[in-house]
C-alpha cells in the first residue's frame, strides 16, 4: 500500500429517539396545555369569587398593604426601631417636636372637632332640617288634595270653591277664603260671616284638625272704611279673623292650636295694584311650617 495514498475520513451522523426533531415538541406542548389550564383555572375563580372575596385579594397583592411604620416591631427589627441618631432602643420612635405655632395649633383644633363623633355636625342637621320640610310638605300637598276633593264631592260647595285659594308658602299651607263681584263673605262692613262662609269653613276644619301645624288666622280688607264711627278696618279686619277662629274651634280644632289671630286691614292686599278689588277682602288661615325638634344639649 502506496504512503502517498489520500486519507477519507467518514463522519457518521446519529439520529437520537427515531422520531422527526426528537422529542424537545413534547416539552413545548406540555408547558403549553399546563398555561392553558392555569388561564382557564384562574377565569373560573374570577366568575365564582364574590366582590368581597375580589378586594381582599388585591388588598393582599397590592403595595399599599405593606406597613409604612418605622416601628420595629412591624418589620424586621423585631421589636426595636434605628432613631435618627443610629442608636437603636426598644418600642416607638421618640417622637419628634411639635410644631407651636399658632397657626398648627388652631389647625389641630379644627381636625379635633371635625374627627368628634359627640357632636352632631351642621351636614346632619341641614338634612335633618330638609327630611322635615319634605316630609312636611307631602302632608300639605295631601290637605289640599283633601280640601278640594270635598269640594267636588259635595254639590253645595262647588260653586263655593271659587271662593277658595289654596297654595304653599315659605310660612306653610294657606287656606284663604275670598270675595267675589257681587258674592261677599260677610255681610257689608259686618264682621258676621254669610252662611256660605260658615258652610266654607266647616269644611275646611275637617281637613285642618287631621293635622298638628300650629294656626294663625289673619283678616284682611279693602281701602273703603266703615260707615260706624270709631270702628276702622282694622277692628273689622281683627273681628272676622276672630269669628272664623270661633267657628273652626266649633267643628273640633283644638284651640290649643291657634297660634295668632290677626287684623291686618288693607295692608296686604291681594292684589295691589287694585287696593278695592272685592278679592283683597278676605281670610287667611294659615297652617305653619314647624322646625324640627332640636336636642336639648344641642349649641349652635
Known amino acids: 500500500m502506496s504512503s502517498n495514498a489520500p486519507v477519507v475520513i467518514k463522519k457518521v451522523k446519529k439520529v437520537i429517539g427515531g422520531g422527526h426533531h426528537g422529542g424537545a415538541w413534547k416539552v413545548a406542548y406540555a408547558d403549553f396545555v399546563t398555561a392553558m389550564m392555569a388561564f382557564f383555572l384562574l377565569m373560573w375563580l374570577i366568575n365564582t369569587t364574590s366582590p368581597e372575596q375580589k378586594r381582599g385579594i388585591a388588598d393582599y397583592f397590592a403595595p399599599a398593604s405593606v406597613s409604612r411604620s418605622q416601628q420595629g416591631s412591624d418589620g424586621l427589627l423585631g421589636g426595636t426601631a434605628f432613631q435618627e441618631d443610629g442608636a437603636r432602643s426598644s418600642g416607638a420612635n421618640r417622637a419628634a417636636p411639635a410644631d407651636s405655632s399658632p397657626e398648627s ?144 274651634e266649633e267643628q273640633g280644632v283644638d284651640s290649643d292650636r291657634i297660634f295668632e289671630v290677626t287684623g291686618k286691614s288693607s295692608s296686604e292686599p291681594l292684589f295691589p295694584d287694585d287696593p278695592d278689588m272685592p278679592a283683597n277682602r278676605r281670610i287667611s288661615i294659615m297652617l305653619l311650617r314647624e322646625a324640627p325638634v332640636m336636642p336639648v344639649d344641642h349649641s349652635l
Open 105 to 248: 395649633r388652631s389647625r389641630a383644633a379644627e381636625e379635633s372637632a371635625e374627627s368628634s363623633p359627640s357632636r352632631p355636625t351642621a351636614s346632619s342637621d341641614a338634612l335633618s332640617r330638609a327630611l322635615a320640610r319634605r316630609s312636611e310638605g307631602a302632608e300639605f300637598e295631601s290637605a289640599e288634595a283633601s280640601l278640594r276633593q270635598a269640594m267636588q264631592d259635595m254639590p253645595d260647595l262647588a260653586e263655593l270653591s271659587k271662593h277658595l285659594i289654596v297654595d304653599q308658602t315659605p310660612e306653610g299651607l294657606r287656606i284663604q277664603l275670598v270675595d267675589q263681584e257681587g258674592r261677599a263673605m260677610f255681610a257689608g262692613t259686618s264682621p258676621d260671616p254669610m252662611p256660605r262662609t260658615i258652610r266654607l269653613l266647616e269644611a275646611i276644619s275637617s281637613v285642618v284638625e287631621q293635622l298638628p301645624n300650629r294656626i294663625s288666622i289673619s283678616g284682611h280688607t279693602d281701602t273703603l272704611q266703615p260707615s260706624r264711627a270709631g270702628y276702622s278696618n282694622w277692628e273689622l279686619s281683627a273681628d272676622r279673623a276672630n269669628a272664623a277662629r270661633r267657628i273652626l
